[in-house]
């Protein structure tokens, strides 16, 4: 089946880290992706990462690939309160031609002052 | 460079009536997606295009809604006699190719009275 999960809010401290975790169904997914929404706007790319590796750093944002277990997380390190938003992770269907994105239901970040 | 442009950013109608969303790709990209999310949810694929051709269009509802990405001029969605269940905000992205990321819009609000 095609099913994205994620814990559905998560509250931290401002200065704290913050992860994010979420699971995948495609074991054949080329790339999983993190996105950020804030309130009224679309989706903003933070990072990705090609399903060959269990690691990439950019900046304050660390991703984990655990392709044995499926399980994908995102860590910010100091989250401030600018990163209050919905997180969104996603994979893409692999074969064929389609490179439609499966995305989870989010999860709310809020970050307290 | 500019990013992907959808208009309207807010779009309301009657039911019974016909709507039409516009979605122009970053420069460069031939490869159009559109996507809706309804209210609490997270965003379902409903279209792939490439320049004048539907690449998959398992997401589509069977009637009422077209999607078209014509040689010339903007990707267009289209939804007629409109119901409130198409209430949702509608989201198009675009890549460069199949294997590249997906940069997203702000998306279109459609309200249906």
């Known amino acids: 089946g095609e099913d994205v999960e994620q814990s559905l809010f998560l509250s931290v401290r401002e200065g704290d880290s913050s992860v994010i975790n979420c699971t995948y169904t495609?074991?054949?997914?080329?790339?999983l992706y993190w996105y950020k929404q804030e309130p009224g706007a679309g989706l903003q790319l933070l990072t990705y990462?090609?399903?060959?590796?269990d690691m990439k750093q950019d900046q304050r944002l660390t991703v984990l690939l655990n392709k044995k277990d499926k399980h994908l997380s995102l860590r910010i390190a100091d989250t401030q309160t600018g990163d209050s938003a919905i997180y969104f992770c996603?994979?893409?269907?692999?074969?064929?031609?389609?490179?439609?994105?499966?995305f989870g239901t989010g999860t709310l970040l809020a970050v307290q002052p | 460079n500019a990013g992907v442009m959808q208009n309207p950013r807010h779009l309301v109608r009657r039911r019974g009536q016909e709507a039409r969303l516009r979605c122009s790709p970053v420069k460069g990209h031939s490869h159009v997606y559109w996507y809706r999310q309804l209210p609490e949810e997270g965003l379902k694929f409903m279209v792939y295009l490439q320049k004048e051709n539907i690449i998959d269009e398992s997401g589509m509802p069977k009637e009422r809604f077209s999607a078209e990405f014509p040689k010339e001029g903007p990707s267009i969605l289209r939804i007629q006699q409109v119901v409130r269940g198409d209430s949702a905000a509608y989201f198009c992205?675009?890549?460069?190719?199949?294997?590249?990321?997906?940069?997203f819009g702000d998306g279109t609000r459609l309200s249906i009275l």
């Open positions: 992205a675009s890549s460069v190719d199949s294997n590249q990321p997906q940069h």
């Open positions: 495609d074991s054949s997914s080329t790339y």
């Open positions: 996603a994979e893409t269907l692999g074969g064929g031609a389609t490179n439609k994105l499966i």
């Open positions: 990462i090609f399903s060959n590796m």
